[in-house]
């Protein structure tokens, strides 16, 4: 009976070690895809180790496009567990094809340091007497 009881808690356990689905299948996919391979950079690489789920939805207030959701597991980069691109559309007249008119990300809150979009340089500055420097550290896009 006590064999028993222990098997349900078991199964009734969720299992704490094992992962979900494929480990790093969105980074696999976005680096093998033939339009989008090129564009994951080396630095993008640890980031998107994290993605878990990529969804798309139409846009809902009233213009014309997509939206483009990324769900990331937690992780040291960034706070945010969704981060979501928008595409706003329009349709050409003279093909009816689909042109892009505008992309716009959401706000990311990145750990410090961690940011692979700039560099952190660090200089020496003197003071305007000349009595003294410091160092200061400003962030430049790569």
Same mark, same amino acid.
Request: charged share 35%; hydrophobic share 30%; glycine share 8%.
């Given at each position: 009976?006590?064999?028993?009881?222990?098997?349900?808690?078991?199964?009734?356990?969720?299992?704490?070690?094992?992962?979900?689905? $494929?480990?790093?299948?969105?980074?696999?996919?976005?680096?093998?895809?033939?339009?989008?391979?090129d564009? #994951?950079?080396?630095?993008? +690489?640890? $980031?998107?180790?994290? &993605? #878990?789920d990529?969804?798309?939805?139409?846009l809902?207030?009233?213009?014309?496009?997509?939206e483009?959701?990324?769900?990331?597991?937690?992780?040291?980069?960034f706070?945010?567990? #969704?981060?979501?691109? !928008?595409? $706003?559309?329009?349709?050409d007249?003279?093909?009816?094809?689909?042109? &892009?008119?505008?992309?716009?990300?959401?706000? $990311?809150t990145?750990?410090?340091?961690?940011n692979p979009?700039?560099?952190?340089?660090?200089?020496? +500055?003197?003071?305007?007497?000349?009595?003294?420097? !410091?160092? #200061?550290?400003?962030?430049?896009? +790569?």
């Amino acid at each position: 009976e006590e064999a028993a009881k222990e098997a349900e808690e078991e199964k009734a356990e969720p299992m704490k070690d094992a992962e979900k689905g $494929i480990p790093k299948f969105w980074l696999t996919a976005l680096e093998n895809n033939d339009e989008l391979g090129d564009t #994951v950079q080396e630095w993008d +690489q640890d $980031i998107l180790a994290h &993605l #878990v789920d990529i969804s798309c939805e139409s846009l809902k207030d009233g213009k014309e496009g997509f939206e483009l959701k990324f769900e990331f597991e937690k992780n040291s980069f960034f706070s945010e567990t #969704v981060l979501t691109k !928008r595409y $706003i559309t329009k349709v050409d007249k003279d093909d009816g094809e689909d042109l &892009l008119v505008k992309g716009e990300g959401c706000a $990311i809150t990145w750990a410090e340091g961690c940011n692979p979009t700039v560099t952190t340089k660090t200089k020496k +500055q003197t003071s305007k007497s000349g009595k003294g420097t !410091r160092m #200061v550290s400003k962030e430049v896009p +790569q």
